[in-house]
C-alpha cells in the first residue's frame, strides 16, 4: 500500500495536509526528519504511515505515560496494531507485549524513555526489526524550554547503536535555541528539518478588559454557545481554581478543578473524566495540559495573564485540533501587569534572565494592548510572516478605535508627579476628577494644580488611560513599596511634549456582545432537528466508548459526527465517503450509526434545508460592519471607504464579505471578476474540505497567490450563503 492508500482506506482522509506526504517519504527512504508543526498539524501520521509500510515494529518515545494508552486505544481503533510498555502496566500486561512484540506482532509500540534505556531493552531491540524510532515532543531535550526531562538527552544513544534506523524527532516548540538543542543532543544534526507555518487559523484570539473576569467569560461562552462544550480555564493560582471551578459548577456548569496540590488520585480522575466525557470544563493552573490531545477543546480561557506569549501560545494551542471553529479568550488588567512586574523585579535570576524575562513580559503586555491584527503580532514574534490582517481576531472583526492621548497621559503623569509618587491609580483617579475624599484632605491634595483638571474623561477611562501607560513603561508601579505609581524615564519626553501617544479606546462591553460570528462553526448553522441528530450521535458514541473504556474521541471525531448530520448517509457506501472514516471504522460503526440517522429521520422526515434560514441575531451586522455598507451604498469603493475610515482594504473587504455572507450584498457588486474566474475559485472553494474553507491557504496557493484573501473571502461568503 503507498502512503495515500493509507491515509484514505485506514484513517479514511482524503488528502494530506501540508508536508505530511513529504515527510513520509524521506522516512521511507530511510531519512531523518526534525519536524517542527504547531499543535493539531497532524504530526502523528507523519510516522504513524511509515510504521505500516517499513518492516518491523516503529519505536515512539513519548514522556506522557498517563496518555500513552489513549493514543494506544486511537490506533486499535483503526485497526492499526499497537501496544504501550511504561510502569503502569501489569506485570501480566507488560509480558503480553514483550510476546507480541518477540513474534512480530506490532507495528508501533509506545513506550517511556526511561524504559528505552534499560539495558534488557536495548538488548532486545538490537534483535528485533525496527522499522524507525519517533521521538515525540522532542523539545523535551532542552534545557531552555520549560518541559525538560533528563531522561531524553540519552536518547541520543539511539544514533550510536542504530545508525541504520531512520529517527524523526517532532515537536510544536518553535524557538531556535530549543531547534538548536534537539538537534545536537539527539544526534540529528543531518536530518531534513521540516518547518510548518505556527499559525492556527481556526483559533479566534480575544482579550478583554478585566473587570469580573469570571462573569465576563460566562457571557462569553454563553454568547458563543460553548455550553457543552470542552474547554480549559486557565487561573494563576491554585485557590483561584478552586474557586473557580466552584463558581463555573454553581452555574450549572461542569467544571473540575486541577492543580499540582490536588490528591493525586482526584487529579487523575478529573483529567480522565476531562478526556473520557464530553463537555467537561477543566479550571487548572498551568499544570494542565502537555501532551493533552482531546481534538475538541473547544475554548481556552485565561482569566489571568500568563507569563510569556510562548506559554499564552501553548496553551491556547490546546483549542481545535481538530480544526473546526474554536476560541482562545483572556481577560486582562492593571492588577496582572503589577503582579507580573512584581515577579519579574523579585526574580532572582541573573542580569541576563532578567533581561530575557523582561522581553517577554514587554511583548506579553503589547499583544494585550494591540490595537492591530493579533495574529499577525504573535506569528511575528514566533518569526513567521502573516502578510494580511487574518479577519478571525477581535481587533480584525471589531476594529479598535484609538485616540490622541497626549494630553490625557501628560495630566496623568504630572498628577502623579505632583502627588509626589506615592500612590495607587485609585486616588490618582479621584484626584484627576476632583473628588474630595477623606484622604486627599488629609494629604491637601485638593490644592495640587492637578486636582480636578481630568474632568472629561470618566473613571474608568482614566483607568484605561493608567493601565495603558504602565503597560508601556510610561509610568512604573512600586512593587516593592505601597504600590505607589512612580514616572519613568520614559514619562519625560511625553511631560515634556516632545513625544505623542495613541491609546486605544476600550471597547465597552455592550460593543463585545454584538461582535458576530465569522468563521463559522458548522454546528452553529444547525437547525433544531440537526441539533437533535447531533446529540443522538453523540449519545451513540459515547456509549460505544464507555463500552470500550477509550474516550468517545477516538471512536470518531466531532467533525465525522457534524459530516453525518448534514449528509444523513443511508448506506454504508455513503458512510465510507466522510472524513475520518477508514475501512475499520466503517465495518466496526458504520451499521451502528446509519440506525441512529434512520431512527432519527423516520421519527423527524428528511430535512427541508432549502428554506432560508430564520433571522437569527447572526444576521445582525456589527455597528462597523454597517458602518462601511452604508458607505458602500453611497457609491464608494472599498479602497475609498478604507481611506475614509483609516482602516486596512482588507477589513473592509472582511466587513463586506460578511454582508455577503447575510445576504445585504451580492457577491457581483463587490468583487468585479470574470465570470469563469468566480466559477473557478467557486469550484476549487467547494472541493475542500470545511478546514481549508475557513483558512482558504490551500486555495489561496491552489491559484498560485493570483486571488488575495479578500476576494477569496467573498466568494466564499457567496457560497456559504447559497448553502444556507
Ligand atoms: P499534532 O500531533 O501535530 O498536534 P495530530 O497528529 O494529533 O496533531 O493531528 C491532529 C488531528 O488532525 C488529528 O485528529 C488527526 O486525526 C487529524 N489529521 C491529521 N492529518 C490529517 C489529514 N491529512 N486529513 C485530515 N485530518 C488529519
Ligand atoms: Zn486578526
Given at each position: 500500500m503507498t502512503p495515500l492508500d493509507i491515509l484514505r482506506n485506514v484513517f479514511g482522509y482524503q488528502h494530506f495536509r501540508g508536508d505530511q506526504e513529504n515527510i513520509i517519504n524521506h522516512i521511507l527512504a530511510g531519512g531523518d526528519a526534525l519536524v517542527l508543526m504547531p499543535t493539531g498539524g497532524g504530526k502523528s501520521l507523519c510516522y504513524q504511515i511509515p510504521a505500516q509500510i517499513r518492516p518491523g515494529v516503529?519505536?515512539?518515545?513519548?514522556?506522557?505515560?498517563?496518555?500513552?494508552?489513549?493514543?494506544?486505544s486511537a490506533l486499535q481503533q483503526f485497526g492499526i496494531r499497537a501496544a504501550c510498555l511504561n510502569s503502569s502496566l501489569t506485570f501480566d500486561q507488560a509480558r503480553e507485549v514483550s510476546r507480541q512484540l518477540r513474534q512480530g506482532e506490532l507495528d508501533l509500540l509506545y513506550v517511556a524513555p526511561e524504559k528505552l534505556m534499560t539495558p534488557r531493552f536495548l538488548e532486545f531491540l538490537e534483535s528485533a526489526q525496527i522499522a524507525l524510532f519517533a521521538i515525540d515532543e522532542a523539545h523535551c531535550v532542552s534545557q531552555w524550554g520549560h518541559d525538560f526531562r533528563p531522561e531524553y538527552v540519552e536518547l541520543s544513544i539511539l544514533h550510536q547503536r542504530f545508525p541504520n534506523i531512520p529517527r524523526i524527532a517532532l515537536t510544536a516548540t518553535a524557538d531556535g535555541p530549543t531547534q538548536r538543542d534537539i538537534k545536537t543532543h539527539l544526534g540529528l544534526d543531518n536530518a531534513k528539518a521540516f518547518v510548518a507555518g505556527f499559525d492556527r487559523p481556526n483559533i479566534r484570539y480575544h482579550v478583554v478588559q478585566k473587570?469580573?473576569?469570571?462573569?465576563?467569560?460566562?457571557?462569553?461562552?454563553?454568547?458563543?454557545?460553548?455550553?457543552?462544550?470542552?474547554?480549559?480555564?486557565?487561573?494563576?493560582?491554585?485557590?483561584?481554581?478552586?474557586?473557580?471551578?466552584?463558581?463555573?459548577?454553581?452555574?450549572?456548569?461542569?467544571?473540575?478543578?486541577?492543580?499540582?496540590?490536588?490528591?493525586?488520585q482526584v487529579r487523575k480522575q478529573n483529567q480522565m473524566r476531562f478526556l473520557r466525557e464530553e463537555g467537561?470544563?477543566?479550571?487548572?493552573?498551568?499544570?494542565?495540559?502537555?501532551?493533552?490531545?482531546?481534538?475538541?477543546?473547544?475554548?481556552?480561557a485565561h482569566l489571568d495573564l500568563p507569563k510569556s506569549l510562548e506559554a499564552y501560545y501553548q496553551e491556547t494551542g490546546r483549542a481545535g485540533r481538530d480544526g473546526l471553529p474554536a476560541n482562545a479568550w483572556m481577560a486582562y488588567g492593571l492588577q496582572d501587569v503589577v503582579l507580573l512586574r512584581r515577579l519579574m523585579e523579585q526574580s532572582e535570576a541573573d542580569e541576563q534572565h532578567k533581561r530575557i524575562e523582561r522581553h517577554k513580559l514587554e511583548s506579553m503586555l503589547g499583544y494585550c494592548e494591540m490595537t492591530t491584527c493579533r495574529r499577525q503580532a504573535l506569528l511575528a514574534y514566533f518569526g513567521d510572516h502573516l502578510p494580511e490582517p487574518c479577519g478571525n481576531c477581535d481587533t480584525c472583526?471589531?476594529?479598535?478605535?484609538?485616540?490622541?492621548?497626549?494630553?490625557?497621559?501628560?495630566k496623568a503623569l504630572s498628577c502623579v508627579y505632583r502627588t509626589e509618587q506615592r500612590f495607587g491609580v485609585h486616588y490618582l483617579v479621584d484626584v484627576l476628577l476632583g473628588k474630595t475624599t477623606q484622604r486627599i484632605e488629609q494629604f491637601r491634595h485638593e490644592r495640587v494644580s492637578t486636582f480636578g483638571i481630568g474632568k472629561e474623561l470618566s473613571e474608568p477611562e482614566w483607568h484605561s488611560v493608567f493601565r495603558q501607560l504602565i503597560a508601556a513603561g510610561f509610568a512604573r508601579v512600586d512593587v516593592e513599596g505601597y504600590g505607589g505609581v512612580q514616572l519613568t524615564e520614559k514619562s519625560w519626553p511625553l511631560l515634556r511634549g516632545e513625544q505623542r501617544i495613541d491609546l486605544r479606546k476600550d471597547i465597552k462591553p455592550k460593543a463585545i456582545r454584538k461582535e458576530k460570528k465569522y468563521s463559522r462553526s458548522l454546528r452553529k448553522t444547525f437547525t433544531k432537528t440537526d441539533q437533535i441528530l447531533w446529540e443522538a450521535l453523540r449519545t451513540k458514541r459515547l456509549e460505544l466508548a464507555h463500552a470500550q473504556s477509550v474516550p468517545p474521541y477516538v471512536i470518531f471525531h466531532d467533525s465525522t459526527l457534524e459530516d453525518i448530520v448534514l449528509q444523513r448517509p443511508q448506506t454504508l457506501a455513503e458512510f465510507a465517503q466522510l472524513s475520518g472514516v477508514?475501512?475499520?471504522?466503517?465495518?466496526?460503526?458504520?451499521?451502528?450509526?446509519?440506525?441512529?440517522?434512520?431512527?432519527?429521520?423516520?421519527?423527524?422526515?428528511q430535512p427541508t434545508n432549502t428554506i432560508s434560514a430564520p433571522k437569527t441575531d447572526e444576521t445582525i451586522l456589527s455597528e462597523s460592519v454597517e458602518i462601511t455598507l452604508e458607505a458602500f451604498n453611497r457609491g464608494l469603493s472599498p479602497e475609498q471607504i478604507a481611506a475614509e475610515r483609516m482602516l486596512k482594504p482588507s477589513t473592509i473587504y472582511d466587513h463586506l464579505s460578511q454582508t455577503i455572507e447575510q445576504g445585504?450584498?451580492?457577491?457581483?457588486?463587490?468583487?468585479?471578476?470574470?465570470?469563469?474566474?468566480?466559477?473557478?475559485?467557486?469550484?476549487?472553494?467547494?472541493?475542500?474540505?470545511?478546514?481549508?474553507?475557513?483558512?482558504?491557504?490551500?486555495?489561496?496557493?491552489?491559484?498560485?497567490?493570483?486571488?488575495?484573501?479578500?476576494?477569496?473571502?467573498?466568494?466564499?461568503?457567496?457560497?456559504?450563503?447559497?448553502?444556507?
Open positions: 516503529a519505536i515512539v518515545i513519548s514522556p506522557l505515560i498517563a496518555l500513552m494508552q489513549d493514543q494506544v473587570k469580573t473576569a469570571h462573569h465576563q467569560l460566562l457571557n462569553f461562552l454563553k454568547e458563543e454557545g460553548h455550553y457543552g462544550d470542552a474547554g480549559i480555564i486557565y487561573c494563576l493560582s491554585r485557590k483561584k481554581v478552586e474557586k473557580v471551578a466552584d463558581w463555573f459548577s454553581k452555574q450549572g456548569w461542569l467544571a473540575l478543578p486541577y492543580h499540582a496540590g490536588l490528591d493525586n467537561v470544563i477543566i479550571v487548572a493552573t498551568i499544570a494542565f495540559g502537555m501532551g493533552i490531545d482531546k481534538p475538541n477543546v473547544r475554548f481556552v472583526l471589531e476594529p479598535v478605535a484609538t485616540w490622541d492621548g497626549t494630553e490625557a497621559a501628560q477508514g475501512t475499520r471504522k466503517l465495518e466496526r460503526y458504520g451499521q451502528i450509526f446509519i440506525e441512529v440517522v434512520d431512527a432519527h429521520v423516520s421519527q423527524y422526515g445585504q450584498l451580492e457577491l457581483r457588486q463587490v468583487i468585479k471578476l470574470r465570470e469563469e474566474e468566480i466559477h473557478d475559485i467557486e469550484d476549487n472553494l467547494l472541493e475542500r474540505p470545511t478546514e481549508e474553507q475557513h483558512t482558504l491557504k490551500s486555495v489561496f496557493e491552489a491559484f498560485n497567490g493570483a486571488y488575495d484573501y479578500s476576494i477569496l473571502k467573498c466568494v466564499r461568503a457567496h457560497i456559504w450563503r447559497e448553502c444556507k
